[in-house]
């Protein structure tokens, strides 16, 4: 019983440690980015053991919406988990990778179902009131089309096989 739970231990490090690699500015995305500069790279949590749909975030009026959400964001005192990213197959959230700190956003964060994880310095958590900020970065990756109709129907669907 005790090796099933340092193996599961483990997978889960695994996983958090995966999801909070930096994705190299321009993988997936097509924007072009200054040599020496990172933007504002976006990542859906979404599949196991192939490239998750990524993108930049580069529309100003998006950006100052997203600080908006997340300035209205309430603090959550005492979160029960140690990251708002499942480890589960398929869906995950949303990871928001900023390196520079550009527009005034923190420099890394993810969403997933009403929670948002500040990785910014020292870790905190905030309530996605009405799920605003994941909604906002998910219909970009729908409009980008870096997720297509099938994915969306296999979430839905609940569709493990991504």
């Given at each position: 019983?005790?090796?099933i739970?340092?193996?599961?231990?483990?997978?889960?490090?695994l996983v958090f440690?995966?999801?909070?690699m930096?994705?190299?500015d321009?993988l997936?995305s097509g924007?072009a980015?200054?040599a020496?500069?990172?933007g504002?790279?976006v990542r859906v949590l979404?599949f196991?053991?192939r490239?998750d749909?990524?993108?930049?975030l580069?529309d100003?009026q998006?950006?100052e919406?997203l600080?908006?959400?997340?300035?209205m964001?309430k603090q959550?005192g005492?979160?029960?988990?140690?990251t708002?990213?499942?480890?589960n197959?398929?869906?995950?959230?949303?990871?928001?990778?900023?390196?520079?700190?550009r527009?005034?956003?923190?420099a890394g964060f993810a969403?997933y179902?009403?929670?948002?994880?500040l990785?910014?310095?020292?870790?905190?958590?905030?309530e996605?009131?009405?799920g605003?900020?994941e909604?906002?970065l998910?219909?970009?990756a729908?409009r980008k089309?870096?997720i297509?109709?099938?994915?969306?129907?296999?979430?839905?669907?609940?569709?493990?096989?991504q």
């Amino acid at each position: 019983m005790k090796r099933i739970k340092i193996k599961v231990f483990l997978f889960l490090a695994l996983v958090f440690l995966a999801a909070l690699m930096p994705i190299p500015d321009n993988l997936y995305s097509g924007s072009a980015v200054a040599a020496g500069e990172q933007g504002i790279t976006v990542r859906v949590l979404l599949f196991s053991g192939r490239p998750d749909p990524t993108y930049e975030l580069v529309d100003v009026q998006l950006i100052e919406k997203l600080k908006m959400n997340l300035a209205m964001a309430k603090q959550i005192g005492n979160y029960d988990r140690h990251t708002v990213i499942p480890a589960n197959i398929g869906y995950k959230g949303i990871l928001v990778s900023n390196p520079e700190k550009r527009a005034g956003l923190p420099a890394g964060f993810a969403v997933y179902k009403g929670a948002i994880e500040l990785m910014d310095g020292r870790k905190s958590f905030l309530e996605d009131s009405g799920g605003a900020v994941e909604k906002l970065l998910f219909d970009e990756a729908i409009r980008k089309g870096v997720i297509d109709d099938v994915i969306i129907k296999r979430m839905k669907s609940g569709d493990k096989k991504q």
